[in-house]
């Protein structure tokens, strides 16, 4: 169990679940069971004044990625690309999508579209850049609303939730994680995932029904 503030200091944020992280895109990056976290991800927002998304925006040009020479996971040495990757979530795709069951977007309160450069591939929703220089506003919209906790779900754990998690605890805000609205690709990578995640001081739970206020 998880006892959050009062609603009004408690953000949801929903990260990066488009189809491009599922099997209904079997050639991106499909994540196992990456359909099956809606439900949670709309039951941790019911706790939460504020909902906000972030949606991988990448080009099919972008410098990132993998080909025959560059297979996918092999290192880059760049200012903000750490790896390649296959081509994914490329707007007007059907993995740019948000995953059914969701709000449409104009619903949500605040929405990060990250990895829009060529020469960019963040993995958090608090900065465009791997130095985590150059904010996406996420930070400074959450203080201006008075928030103090946010709840985290979305895909995939051992990326691109890790890294949001952390950003927004070392921007001064309380975190959970809501396991039961995350999927990963790697057991092993999951459980390293969450231990770093501990150990800066995220809380978890496993399902939403374990928040109350």
Known sequence: MYQLPEKSTVASLDVDAQKTFTPLCPHELPVPGGTEIVAE???????????????DSHSAQAL??????????????????????????VPGTLGFESLPGLPAIADYDYVVWKGVELDMHPYGACYHDLRERLSTGVLEFLKVHGIRCVIVGGLAT???????????????????????????????????????????????VARAKELYQ
């Not at 706790?47 to 906000?52: G, H, I, K, N, P």
């Not at 560059?70 to 760049?78: E, G, N, R």
């Open 41 to 55: 991800l709309n039951a941790q927002a019911h706790f939460a004044s504020l909902r906000l998304a972030s949606k």
């Open 64 to 89: 990132w990625v993998a080909d025959a020479a560059h297979p996918p996971l092999s290192a880059i040495t760049a200012p903000h690309m750490d790896c390649y990757w296959p081509v994914h979530a």
């Open 158 to 204: 051992e990326y691109c939730v890790k890294t949001t998690a952390l950003q927004l605890r070392r921007g001064g805000l309380d975190v959970v994680v809501n396991l039961g609205a995350c999927r990963g690709l790697d057991p092993e990578g999951i459980e390293a995932a969450i231990q770093q995640m501990k150990t800066a001081d995220i809380a978890f």
